[in-house]
């Protein structure tokens, strides 16, 4: 079989090419999320806050954690004002409440049921010490931020928790 050198040639520039592309296309990296540098989160793991704050908050006959965008604010509370060992904390607490997850109930936080969302919360609740547990410091961290998110919303602001201008209603004293 004779092969000339330009089709030698050819055919290693196209398995040269090859060789390069292929790491690219078999790389599955997930989007981070733009604008939190300090915290370096995909777009699976922003899913996951938002099921947890869902599952804290539920939207009912009011809005709950998400339309008050929860998981948005527990993300820019973490980048501007935590300290960075808390929020690598953060993040090994979030891989650690997942990896449970996925341990129990083989898929993931947001494939489970409402049901199986609903169990793991009612768990992570119940456990204590987030000094040594990385996932319940990860769930209390999460639950403080959703709680401060929604008492911060400008729906409980205006129609749940009503403002009242200072010095308010005068009501004087009854004296007998």
Do not use: W
């Not at 899913?47 to 820019?76: C, E, R, S, Y």
């Not at 960075?84 to 993931?108: H, I």
């Amino acid at each position: 079989m004779n092969v000339s050198r330009r089709a030698a040639l050819k055919q290693f520039v196209i398995i040269a090419a090859g060789v390069a592309l292929l790491p690219s296309c078999l790389q599955h990296s997930k989007k981070k999320i733009a604008g939190f540098e300090k915290v370096p989160i995909d777009e699976d793991q922003l899913a996951l806050m938002n099921g947890v704050a869902q599952v804290i908050i539920p939207d009912t006959g009011t809005p709950g954690a998400k339309a008050v965008q929860a998981d948005m604010f527990a993300l820019t509370m973490l980048n501007d004002c935590y300290k960075q060992a808390d929020r690598e904390r953060f993040l090994k607490g979030m891989q650690a409440f997942t990896d449970q997850v996925k341990k129990q109930y083989n898929k993931s936080f947001t494939e489970c049921t409402p049901e199986e969302q609903t169990a793991i919360i009612k768990a992570a609740n119940g456990a204590s010490d987030p000094e040594t547990n990385d996932a319940t410091y990860f769930y209390k961290t999460m639950k403080h931020l959703t709680m401060q998110a929604y008492t911060q919303s400008k729906y409980f602001m205006t129609e749940v928790q009503v403002y009242q201008q200072i010095p308010g209603k005068y009501i004087p004293s009854q004296a007998v």
